[in-house]
């Protein structure tokens, strides 16, 4: 008898919302860390600006996305059996705590609030979305997490 892969339980019209939803914040942090640098390098006020507004789109954007999660997380026993799952969701907790905190960094002076803690927490949550987003990957193409069973290869 052939298993069925574990599946999303938040979807629409059979598509998965968080896999729907995670690249917007994905994009958003790392656009933060660019707009950091480029703060860095050139100290224009503008790019202090980009990356608070950045940050603050990935939070919003972000919060959705952890419901779906969460909704997946818990909706099918045999995701939380995989260790792989639970990397994906301790890093991203982690990614989403730093990113909160650099918000409110962000959110003080142009200078102080990029150069040093700013450009460190934005490089530290790049950093664990790299982490994140391989075991994201793992569960889907390795594990077939949301992969129907007509679609895998």
């Known amino acids: 008898m052939v298993q069925t892969p ?5 979807q629409v019209a059979g598509h998965p919302i968080h896999a729907m939803l995670v690249p917007i914040p994905i994009v958003c942090f790392l656009g933060t860390w660019v707009t950091d640098i480029a703060y860095w390098l050139t100290a224009n006020m503008q790019w202090a600006n980009f990356s608070a507004w950045l940050l603050s789109v990935g939070l919003i954007v972000s919060a959705l996305a952890v419901l779906a999660g969460l909704v997946d997380f818990f909706g099918d026993r ?3 059996q995989l260790r792989t799952a639970w990397i994906h969701a301790a890093g991203n907790a982690v990614a989403l705590g730093l990113s909160i905190v650099n918000v409110f960094v962000h959110s003080r002076d142009a200078y102080t609030s990029v150069v040093p803690t700013g450009l460190l927490l934005s490089s530290a949550v790049v950093l664990i979305l790299l982490v994140t987003g391989w075991s994201g990957a793992a569960l889907v193409h390795r594990h077939g997490v949301s992969v129907r069973m007509g679609d895998r290869a």
């Open 6 to 10: 574990p599946h999303a339980t938040a």
């Open 78 to 80: 045999r995701i939380r």
